[in-house]
């Protein structure tokens, strides 16, 4: 096994742990105005999405991912005609919800460059950008969410959350001004790893229940993503555990009993423990 | 970072993917007849114990794995008071069953060496093995099964099923073996990743089906096994979504809620397409 073509994934747990995997070819890297955009392809995974060194999206799990940011919000909602996603310029979470009929979904990317490379290194990803039901809009949703006026049905947050130019979408005033202007009747948001990032859930949870009557953290297997990811599911009336209608298109991960089995949290991230969200002490 | 401190676990997927963790010490490393055993300090798991240098169990998740391998088992059986081990020789198997009212435990462990080591450095997996309801058995398990005379209500099958000396113990002869001499009401074994080892789980599970009436595959959340880990569950007359009684003892991961959930599989594991339990193509 020659070591020069591993690739030792960016740190977890500040820098105690990491994935590191094969690498066949470095198919694409560029610096933009914001963040290192890599696409690699690996036998493990197929081809990957990396920003600043963290995996974004792979060949093999992104499905895991995407349908499970998306398709319980869909479900639940009893007839969403306009989405609103927040990051996700790869594209991935646009194809989800296309599956369903709705009227209007817009993509509010600060970078250009990741919609860009997507669109030219991840066709499987990326097709349903170019839909007519599509707006695409390059700005800081920071900055888009204070004058929104716009209703949406739903919001879903497909951003990194603790790094990188998303941070700020998962601090007060973000949630206070989107919720405010374009009030959702379900927000989801990926919500980092079951095993870190207690400390970002926390918060972004104790937000969220300001805003919202129903806040609940749901779990999804995503290898590439150390395993074990959370969203978090928020809304003033809509249970997430009755789903009021089937789920849509071809589906590789989300299913009914997966859909309510993801809500049921170990004991140690368990409702009662909630204030205390924490895998490693 | 100092990389010479960094620990490259062994490799998954044909060695094109692995985990890798900082190491802050070894506490112990001994070649024994069978296999590589060490002890190391580390800052994201705690202590860890590694056999050929795979990950077994760490301080942090080891609950994680020792809970979900025994307390679906002891919870839908309605009275085990004998309890079989197969492997398991840290003892975390055995602590978790010492919850309950049994009457007898036999462990049977084919390298002391093991046995030895998590006494003398993981006092916290192995208090229980010095329990007067246990008999360690030092012997290879294949062998044991062979001439196997003693009933017990539940075998739990806690080895590494695709490498080193436990191979043998996924293998035809010794579960015909185990079950014609042993007649368990359930049979619970560890059954590898979620996201690798499918052909070792579809021959398991097609061979658990000639034995047993009821096959089902469950899932766990452990991130130092890659962050999904499968179990196998198989009774005649025990249906594993029927837990006849409360879990016994403080736990960690467990409770009735995860119990239920971990029986629902992502649609491309799912029960119909469980002759292609593949999650990578």
Redesign the interface.
Known sequence: ?NKDT?Y?GA???S????????VNSTIHKEKSKYQTIEIVD????GKMLLLDGFIMTTD??EK?YHEMLVHPAMTVHPDPKKVLIIGGGDGGTVREVLKYPVNKITLVEIDEKVIETSKKFLPELSKGLNDPRVEVVIMDAAVYAKKAKEKYDIILVDSAGTRGPGVVLCEKEFLNNTVKNISPDIWVAQSES??WGNDFRKTYTTTLKKLFNIVRTY?T???S????WTFTFASNTLDPLIPRREAKGK?????T??H???F?????L?KTKSENFS??K
Chains 1, 2 share one sequence.
């Open positions: 096994m591993w030792k740190d977890y747990f820098q105690d742990f990491c994935i590191s995997f094969k690996t036998p493990a995974f093999k799990d895991a079951i095993f779990l297997y995503i290898l993503y150390g395993g074990a589906l590789w991960y989300y299913n009993v997966v309510h089995a993801a049921q949290l170990p004991e140690h368990s895998y490693f």
